[in-house]
């Protein structure tokens, strides 16, 4: 059976995410360090993330970017309970045509007391897809919710994965191993994957200690990964929580291979000539809005008088980069005590590495 290892992130709505770029989207999480992501599917009988004015699947190109990478996309449902044939019928269909690792039920307020429904929907499923990697995400806490059907939900799933969100506190670690303790009181226990809060409510806005202390826990739990809500909420609008996930050195994690605009702004940080010249070809072409520059000779210059005449104090730092393994476009900041200046470059590689180069800088 497949199963999910290191950090994650749900995605709910692909379009809020790396504005819906499937390969944005790969890269991001490569250099994250995830290692599974997690994206919905369908609601109820429908399916989700799907541009109905294009009549185009926008989920597809993720996981398959997403494989590229060796990062596990799995499939996440959310389920009401009152159709429950119809909704096993949508996680079938979607599950049979997508590139999924894994799926999981979520399954909340909407299915308590619904045993019933809880049975047929996993018989229904099961007997489509026996062997199929399947976990539930729920409550944290069962015993604050003991009307859901747990156990006719894990017991025809191989995973849990509760939503261990501490709102309007900061004592992930204490809440993540009370989960745990309640959970091995339901028959039958299926191994923990926890979900933990990257986003803010009601005032209240998780830490980067809390994160840190979130993923110590689950690693001293011997919990084999674990993940976050949401991708959309953390990239937009708690970056310094995203940096921290993705700094977090989950063991086993592969160190991300750093894109070409990545290696540049960062060899600019530390003002090493050799090295930004070392990204380009020997014929290269840097254009400006003042000058062209050709050659490594030329180039080794030119920098040099940047970083030393120039700006030698100013700060570099990348904004934004997409494109493909030909053209790169690049976004960056120059940052001095009199403000910052925006940048913006076009690259073109040959055999990785730079062979023209447009900048709208004013030098």
């Known amino acids: 059976m497949s199963t999910i290892y290191g950090k994650g992130f749900y995605i709910w709505k692909i379009p809020n995410c790396e504005g819906g770029d499937p390969a944005a989207i790969a890269t991001v999480a490569q250099q994250a360090g995830l290692q599974h992501v997690l994206i919905k599917i369908a609601n109820g009988i429908y399916d989700y ?3 109905s004015t294009t009549k185009q699947d ?10 590229a990478k060796g990062i596990r996309p799995w499939g996440w449902h959310y389920v009401y309970g009152d159709l429950p044939k119809d909704e096993a019928k949508a996680a079938i269909r979607q599950i049979t045509r997508l590139p999924l690792d894994g799926y999981i039920i979520d399954a909340e307020g909407d299915y308590k007391d619904k045993y019933t429904s809880a049975k047929t929907f996993m018989n229904e499923l099961r007997a489509a897809l026996p062997d199929f990697p399947v976990a539930l995400s729920s409550y944290r806490y069962p015993s604050y919710h003991p009307t859901l059907p747990w156990t006719n ?4 799933c191989d995973l849990n994965m509760p939503q261990v969100y501490w709102e309007q506190a900061h004592n992930p670690g204490e809440q993540l191993l009370r989960s745990l303790k309640e959970f091995q009181l339901i028959s039958p226990f299926r ?9 803010a409510a009601s005032g209240w806005i998780p830490t980067v200690s809390d994160v840190n202390e979130f993923m110590d826990t689950a690693l001293s739990l011997e919990m084999p990964a674990a993940n976050f809500w949401s991708w959309d909420y953390c990239r937009a609008k708690l970056p310094d929580l995203w940096q921290a996930i993705a700094d977090y050195p989950w063991p086993g994690t592969p160190v991300p291979e ?3 605009c990545e290696l540049f702004i960062q060899y600019m940080s530390q003002r090493v000539v050799s090295n930004i010249v070392s990204l380009y070809n020997e014929d290269a072409v840097f254009v400006t809005s003042k000058k062209t520059i050709q050659g490594k000779t030329a180039l080794n210059s030119w920098y040099t008088a940047l970083l030393t005449t120039l700006y030698p104090s100013a700060t570099f730092t990348l904004d934004s980069f997409s494109g493909s393994n030909s053209t790169k476009r690049i976004t960056w900041k120059i940052t001095t005590t009199s403000g910052s200046i925006q940048i913006e470059d076009t690259i073109g590689l040959r055999d990785k590495k730079i062979s023209y180069h447009y900048s709208s800088i004013q030098y």
């Open 49 to 51: 993330n799907y541009d």
């Open 58 to 67: 926008l989920i597809a190109p993720v996981c398959e970017a997403l494989l």
């Open 153 to 156: 939900f894990l017991s025809k």
């Open 191 to 199: 191994p923990i994957v926890p979900t933990g809060a990257a986003y």
């Open 258 to 260: 750093l894109d070409i």
